[in-house]
């Protein structure tokens, strides 16, 4: 059974960062791509970055420099490293994980307000 669960999400001020987890098991992780998404209330959910097995990274342009993801197979976790945060950040935002099938976890709220 394949989970996926992210962790890291909280309030933070304008300006600063925050890192989200995204935890997996029952996969083969190191052949999977993981994608991070989120979703602001009454919108859609929006991709914000994605790493492959190759560990080859893309982003939207509008946050490339601001949000960094990485990956550690030795620990199946990936991670959004979000820094200089802004309201409009404001979200919750869910791991994707690509491998055979669609994984997603039950998203981390994260809240970025002074």
């Known amino acids: 059974q394949v989970q996926v669960v992210e962790s890291g999400g909280g309030l933070v001020q304008p300006g600063g960062s925050l890192r989200l987890s995204c935890v997996t098991s029952?996969?083969?992780?190191?052949?999977?791509?993981m994608r991070w998404y989120r979703q602001a209330p009454g919108k859609q959910r929006d991709l914000v970055a994605s790493i492959g097995a190759d560990s080859f990274r893309s982003y939207p342009d509008s946050l490339r420099g601001r949000f960094t993801v990485s990956r550690d197979n030795t620990k199946n976790t990936a991670y959004l490293q979000m820094d200089r945060l802004k309201p409009e950040d404001t979200a919750v935002y869910y791991c994707?994980?690509?491998?055979?099938?669609?994984?997603w976890g039950q998203g981390t709220q994260v809240t970025v307000s002074s």
């Open positions: 994707n994980a690509q491998w055979v099938g669609d994984y």
């Open positions: 029952g996969m083969n992780f190191r052949n999977a791509a």
